[in-house]
């Protein structure tokens, strides 16, 4: 559904709550609209509008609806069910969907959902479970289909027709040992072009990638793009067995969820923000960030209440202040966002950081030349003063470098000592740029002015 139809459904719902006719949305809710389109309908709803519209779905659609809403909407929704709704749901949802939401519930109700499931069903969402959710372990579904190196390929093609069907995003039969140690694998294009007579040993390929079951997210999700991945096995990387497998479509997933927390993270928002959250829980997730803003901003102040009398004695420094600040701050984040996305695709590390940082030195210096230049011959021509005129350009260059310094390496020492470059590090570099700016152009005009 394109957001022009989102919208376009959205106001017909609006509508016709507010009328009070309810026949033409559990139409849409019910049938009309893929599952897909009410999640997104759903999430375009404030609150209140949202919750009658979850009661208008029918109990066995809920569990389809909610296999597409993002997890902190999906886990509302399923925290106001009794157990029996939510045994219900969790039999639409894959085992690795499944778990990412259970972990988000009481172990009461985990464990009442667990005890429904089957034997084979159970014994994966609990293998899932002991995995944290942003490690492969936690990513990878459990539903693979294996096969013992020793049968024939005529063997294997029986063995699939048994199949109704085939887990989804299946390019390749899993070849594992007894004690279900991962040994090849047999990609689905080579099994049908094989001699029928020949073993699975003869044609699976021995050179094949695989995850272990630690590996962090983001780092699953960098080794599919550089590899070109629709599916790779994961392992326990102490016993090597096969646990499950990876697909493209989970992985999508952790690269949407990196892409939104890194925006968020910047404006100092929460990775589960929800658009229509409500008032008073969106107040206090973001009076934190503006708790600390006004700390930083009561610290820039402070330093240029340390230079009264100067300004009290050249008017024109107070004009031109914010000009230093910005200057710094702009050239500092344009470092910081991409030390950061270094970071993120690991690409910077101990041996080359002198390097970037060098690199970034040499940047901020001839952009600092070049626009002090431009700056001071713009405030000769403003204010008719050749020495305001230097000291801005001196104070622009300053604060440049140091902004190229403190976009280089804050984000590297903030994740050293395990702290969010994203989440913390346009505030701190803010507050350097403001301070060292206003530091340096009243410091100099205090020098050579007064």
């Given at each position: 559904?394109?957001?022009?139809?989102?919208?376009?459904?959205?106001?017909?719902?609006?509508?016709?709550?507010?009328?009070?006719?309810?026949?033409?949305?559990?139409?849409?809710?019910?049938?009309?609209?893929?599952?897909?389109?009410?999640?997104?309908?759903?999430?375009?709803?404030?609150?209140?509008?949202?919750?009658?519209?979850w009661?208008?779905?029918?109990?066995?659609?809920?569990?389809?609806?909610?296999?597409?809403?993002?997890?902190?909407?999906?886990?509302?929704?399923?925290?106001?069910?009794?157990?029996?709704?939510?045994?219900?749901?969790?039999?639409?949802?894959?085992?690795?969907?499944?778990?990412?939401?259970?972990?988000?519930?009481?172990e009461?109700i985990?464990?009442?959902?667990?005890?429904?499931?089957?034997?084979?069903?159970?014994?994966?969402?609990?293998?899932?479970?002991?995995?944290?959710?942003?490690?492969a372990?936690?990513?990878?579904n459990?539903?693979?289909?294996?096969?013992?190196?020793?049968?024939?390929?005529?063997?294997?093609?029986?063995?699939?027709?048994?199949?109704?069907?085939?887990?989804?995003?299946?390019?390749s039969?899993?070849?594992?040992?007894?004690?279900?140690?991962?040994?090849?694998?047999?990609?689905?294009?080579?099994?049908l072009?094989?001699?029928?007579?020949?073993?699975?040993?003869?044609?699976?390929?021995?050179?094949?990638?695989?995850?272990?079951?630690?590996?962090?997210?983001?780092?699953?999700?960098?080794?599919?793009?550089?590899?070109?991945?629709?599916?790779?096995?994961?392992?326990?990387?102490?016993?090597?067995?096969?646990?499950?497998?990876?697909?493209?479509?989970?992985?999508?997933?952790?690269?949407?969820?990196e892409?939104e927390?890194?925006?968020?993270?910047?404006?100092?928002?929460?990775?589960?923000?929800?658009?229509?959250?409500?008032?008073?829980?969106?107040?206090?997730?973001?009076?934190?960030?503006?708790?600390?803003?006004?700390i930083?901003?009561?610290?820039?102040?402070?330093?240029?209440g340390?230079?009264q009398?100067?300004?009290?004695?050249?008017?024109?420094?107070?004009?031109?202040?914010?000009?230093?600040?910005?200057?710094?701050?702009?050239?500092?984040?344009?470092v910081?966002?991409?030390?950061?996305?270094?970071?993120a695709?690991?690409?910077?590390?101990?041996?080359?950081?002198?390097?970037?940082?060098?690199?970034?030195?040499?940047?901020?210096?001839?952009n600092?030349?070049?626009?002090?230049?431009?700056?001071?011959?713009?405030?000769?021509?403003?204010?008719?003063?050749?020495?305001?005129?230097?000291?801005?350009?001196?104070?622009?260059?300053?604060?440049?470098?140091?902004?190229?310094?403190?976009?280089?390496?804050?984000?590297?020492?903030?994740?050293?000592?395990?702290i969010?470059?994203?989440?913390?590090?346009?505030?701190?570099?803010?507050?350097?740029?403001?301070?060292?700016g206003?530091?340096?152009?009243?410091?100099l005009?205090?020098?050579?002015?007064?």
């Amino acid at each position: 559904m394109s957001e022009q139809n989102t919208l376009n459904h959205l106001q017909t719902v609006t509508e016709s709550l507010e009328s009070g006719t309810t026949m033409q949305i559990r139409y849409l809710l019910n049938g009309a609209l893929p599952a897909q389109d009410v999640a997104r309908l759903l999430e375009s709803s404030p609150p209140k509008e949202r919750k009658l519209l979850w009661e208008l779905i029918e109990a066995k659609n809920e569990g389809e609806v909610l296999q597409y809403l993002s997890e902190d909407i999906g886990v509302q929704f399923m925290k106001n069910m009794d157990t029996e709704r939510l045994i219900a749901v969790s039999e639409h949802f894959e085992s690795d969907d499944l778990a990412d939401l259970l972990q988000h519930l009481p172990e009461k109700i985990v464990k009442e959902v667990l005890a429904s499931m089957s034997t084979q069903d159970r014994a994966r969402v609990e293998a899932l479970l002991s995995y944290s959710e942003d490690s492969a372990g936690g990513l990878m579904n459990t539903d693979t289909i294996t096969i013992r190196p020793n049968i024939t390929i005529d063997l294997v093609f029986r063995y699939l027709r048994r199949h109704s069907t085939l887990p989804d995003m299946t390019d390749s039969l899993l070849v594992v040992s007894r004690s279900d140690r991962l040994l090849g694998t047999l990609p689905l294009t080579k099994l049908l072009v094989s001699d029928i007579s020949a073993t699975v040993r003869d044609i699976m390929e021995t050179e094949f990638t695989v995850i272990d079951a630690d590996t962090p997210a983001n780092e699953v999700a960098q080794l599919f793009e550089k590899m070109d991945l629709v599916s790779a096995p994961v392992i326990d990387s102490k016993t090597k067995k096969l646990l499950g497998r990876i697909t493209i479509d989970d992985v999508v997933d952790v690269i949407r969820d990196e892409a939104e927390h890194s925006m968020l993270s910047m404006a100092g928002l929460d990775d589960d923000e929800d658009t229509f959250s409500p008032i008073m829980k969106t107040t206090k997730r973001r009076a934190v960030w503006l708790g600390i803003n006004l700390i930083t901003a009561f610290t820039a102040s402070y330093v240029i209440g340390l230079f009264q009398d100067t300004l009290d004695q050249v008017v024109a420094l107070a004009i031109l202040m914010p000009i230093v600040a910005s200057m710094g701050g702009i050239a500092g984040s344009q470092v910081l966002t991409l030390v950061i996305r270094g970071i993120a695709l690991n690409q910077i590390g101990s041996t080359n950081t002198r390097w970037l940082l060098n690199r970034e030195l040499i940047v901020g210096l001839i952009n600092g030349l070049l626009w002090a230049t431009v700056i001071a011959i713009l405030t000769a021509l403003w204010f008719d003063n050749i020495k305001i005129a230097y000291i801005i350009a001196g104070a622009i260059i300053i604060n440049l470098l140091f902004a190229a310094a403190t976009g280089t390496l804050l984000p590297i020492l903030l994740k050293k000592i395990g702290i969010d470059p994203a989440l913390a590090g346009s505030v701190i570099l803010t507050t350097v740029t403001d301070v060292v700016g206003f530091l340096s152009f009243l410091g100099l005009a205090t020098i050579f002015l007064i």
